[in-house]
């Protein structure tokens, strides 16, 4: 009876409706809940909210929820993880019905297709399965920039480059923010490590800061206006992420006009009036000591009730835009099958053909494989961690060859399956998500073995797995590197099938980059497969066989040794004594990693300081060739006008990746040797064929962060522009004279008490 006199959410106007609230409302609005999965060892949560346990779980194994107002028609909202397929869990108490949902690529997959419309039109078959089981946000995509090959969570970050990410996250938020959820762009900001994530203080200069690691979350924004962002763990210059009013309020809003929700990762940042000040509006999971704080705060007003009220109102905004409010049905029957195919396309279009000599692939149809190698039969499809999915099944590469019309050597395949059973046997139990899957040994195969089947067969296929997730970083030894069991198996595969004229194909089924440069000469292809989600299998053979003919690029440069990377041994940061870096834990001492490299990231460091690589940022092989002509470059409206033609010069269709990078002049002030501004992936070019690819490049996307003015600048002078196929291809250049000209006043905000002294040319 009451609620009719009462205000209604979406009825009456929203400053009505927050006024209703009582502060213990309004409070509860603030802070969420969390997930209890049947099993879950929660001893380590801290004590809920009220209300929490008596609230039933709606979509459960979902990360978290928000509290309701029934009197006021405010409805719970459903949180769930992740970037690569809906994470929940696939069975529930009441009923024999599954709930599985598609595993799609990593991150780092789909990045390397350079493929924005792909990635847009996933992102709609995926934001349909959230819709189906209710859930109303994704807390996905993470966007964090692959600083260090080392970081534990790079699989679910899309590249070392701020431009790829950030237009690769908008396409993203787009298409799944087109059935009428929301998405959540984390982790805000500089959460480039898993090591100490709670308790780690970044020290980056505001340069850096601005065009690196701030960069790809400001394209999200201003091309997508995600409905929500995650704050990070971290805190950068001596302030939580989650309580830096500078980041959330001056950049992130003033700035960048962004008008969505902010939430914190789960238990993020320690002082909860702080967040609630700097405008994060959603503390997640919430925990009765946050509530009773906020509570505590306002009554002796140090919280202002106009505070509290600015993040109610965005929690309510969010809340009017739900599937929930609006009263869309949950089907809990998303389109599996379909789904599956999105999930394969889309792996075979982000894979990345690093070596092909001699044409050695596509393979010839019909072929007979020797597959060796544990990730060959047990593929890693995903990382571990929140960013893990529970699908129905995965497609194994033996599955995938036999499928296709190869013949798999029968007693490889049970050797393999023989020692994977035993191996998984040894493993104690997994305790809780955050366990690391370690590197399975793999199999001894004697030489008896090996001569036998290098005589039968027509190739080798050895499959590199690596697994990483959240919670902790790679190691450089036996991770990043081979292990010695690994290098020698490749080793006899290579003399045993090289003896009898047969090739060796070699496939890297990794989250991020390993060494390849000290054994690749041994194999004859390499095909890079990533974390190929659950089709997995079927999508390698539709590369291997040449039923797609490779066009992915690498997003994220391939070292040739681990210490070529910049501060490679400072990674990850200064630890007090007492624990050690190689320790796992996420959760330890302050400490602090200092960001010396600056601007230096990736290949604006191997180009800048002529370090070569083991695989160029942007390289990748095709089974055709392309030529690049008719390079224009003009200045138009404050745009530069590209336009390029492209012509496959080879036998077989194909797609090909243009990459647009910037060389700025350097007389007055530094950068990087070249910047990759813009890029285009053409249609399927049969061979002889040609396209035009036309871009336009804003020309305040040239602007660079000036420091000493704190401003937005562009420099006067000749630019080079060139349309390249990678990182260190010349490709054709152009130059354009601009003007000088302030895109932007800011102002000094996050920079370090100290300035870094960082890396110079
Ligand atoms: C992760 C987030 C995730 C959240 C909810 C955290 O541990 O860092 O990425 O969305 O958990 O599962």
Redesign the pocket.
């Known amino acids: 009876m009451e609620s009719k006199s009462l205000p209604q959410l979406g009825i009456a106007p929203l400053p009505e409706v927050v006024a209703a609230l009582t502060l213990e409302e309004k409070v509860k609005l603030l802070i969420g809940m969390g997930l209890y999965p049947e099993g879950f060892d929660v001893s380590f949560l801290l004590p809920a909210p009220p209300d929490e346990n008596n609230t039933p779980e709606r979509v459960p194994g979902a ?1 978290g929820r928000t509290h309701a107002v029934e009197r006021l028609g405010i409805p719970l909202l459903v949180l769930s ?2 970037p690569a397929g809906v994470r929940i869990s696939p069975t529930r108490k009441d009923t024999n019905q599954t709930f599985y949902a598609t595993q799609f690529p990593s991150e780092t997959l789909l990045a390397s297709s350079w493929d924005t419309e792909m990635v847009e039109s996933l992102g709609k078959a995926f934001g349909d399965e959230v819709k189906a089981f209710g859930v109303n946000v994704l ?1 996905a995509p993470g966007m964090n920039i692959h600083r260090n090959p080392l970081g534990g969570r790079n699989f679910e970050y899309y590249s070392e480059d701020p431009v790829v990410t950030g237009e690769m996250a908008a396409a993203f938020v787009k298409g799944v923010e087109s059935n009428g959820v929301g998405t959540s762009i ?2 805000f900001a500089v959460n480039n490590q898993e090591f100490n994530r709670m308790n780690l203080d970044t020290a980056v200069n505001e340069r850096p800061l601005r065009e690196i690691y701030l960069k790809g979350f400001e394209i999200a924004v201003k091309k997508a206006q995600p409905w929500t962002i ?1 704050t990070s763990y971290n805190l950068v210059n001596g302030t939580y992420t989650s309580e830096s009013p500078d980041l959330l309020t001056k950049i992130l809003r003033d700035e960048w006009g962004y008008t969505g929700l902010v939430m914190t ?2 238990y993020g940042g320690k002082n909860p009036v702080a967040q609630i000040q700097a405008g994060n509006d959603l503390l997640m999971p919430g925990t009765l000591e946050q509530y009773d704080r906020l509570i505590a705060a306002y009554n002796s007003g140090e919280l202002k009730p106009s505070e509290l009220d600015a993040c109610v109102t965005r929690v309510l905004e969010l809340v009017l835009k739900s599937p929930t409010f609006h009263g869309e049905p949950i089907t809990n029957a998303p389109a599996l099958k379909a789904n599956a195919q999105v999930s394969r396309k889309a792996a075979t279009e982000g894979m990345v053909l690093l070596r092909n000599e001699s044409q050695t692939l596509p393979l010839k149809a019909g072929a007979k494989v020797a597959l060796f190698g544990n990730a060959s039969y047990d593929l890693v499809v995903g990382g571990t961690g ?1 960013g893990d999915v529970h699908r129905a099944y995965t497609v194994q590469i033996n599955e995938g060859l036999a499928a296709a019309g190869f013949e798999v050597v029968d007693s490889l395949a049970k050797h393999y399956t023989v020692h994977l059973d035993a191996e998984k046997a040894k493993l104690p139990e997994k305790r809780d998500i955050l366990e690391l899957a370690p590197v399975l040994p793999e199999a001894a195969i004697s030489i008896s073995l090996l001569a036998e089947v290098a005589d039968g067969a027509d190739y080798a296929i050895f499959t590199l797995g690596r697994s990483s997730g ?1 919670g902790g970083d790679r190691k450089v030894e036996d991770e990043f590197e081979l292990t010695n069991v690994e290098r020698e198996l490749i080793s006899q595969i290579e003399s045993a099938f090289h003896a009898k004229g047969k090739k060796v194909v070699v496939l890297l089924n990794v989250g991020g980059p390993v060494e390849v440069a000290s054994w690749r000469d041994q194999a004859d292809a390499i095909l890079l497969t990533y974390l190929p989600g659950q089709e997995g299998g079927n999508a390698v053979v539709d590369v291997l066989s040449g039923k797609v003919n490779p066009s992915g690029k690498l997003a994220t440069t391939f070292p040739a040794k681990y210490l070529d990377i910049p501060f490679a041994e400072e990674f990850p940061g200064k630890v007090k004594p007492g624990l050690s870096p190689e320790m796992r834990g996420f959760e330890g001492p302050p400490s602090e990693n200092s960001y010396q490299e600056g601007l230096y990231v990736g290949y604006r460091y191997f180009t800048s300081f002529g370090v070569s690589a083991a695989y160029d940022f942007g390289f990748g092989l095709s089974y055709t060739t392309f030529q690049y002509n008719s390079f224009e470059v003009s200045l138009r409206d404050n745009e530069i006008e590209i336009s390029l033609r492209v012509t496959n010069a080879g036998e077989v269709a194909g797609r090909e990746v243009v990459q647009f990078y910037v060389s700025a002049p350097t007389e007055k002030v530094e950068h990087p040797a070249r910047e990759l501004k813009a890029f285009s992936k053409t249609s399927l070019l049969e061979p002889g064929s040609k396209c035009e690819v036309m871009v336009k490049i804003p020309i305040d996307d040239l602007a660079y962060f000036d420091d000493q003015t704190s401003a937005w600048a562009i420099e006067e002078g000749e630019y080079t522009i060139a349309a390249a196929s990678s990182a260190t291809d010349e490709g054709l250049t152009a130059k354009v004279r601009l003007p000088g000209k302030l895109v932007l006043q800011s102002r000094s905000l996050m920079a370090p008490a100290v300035p870094i002294e960082e890396l110079q040319r």
Do not use: I, P, R
């Open positions: 990360a993880d992740g807390l984390k982790h995650m990762d789960w929140s959240e």
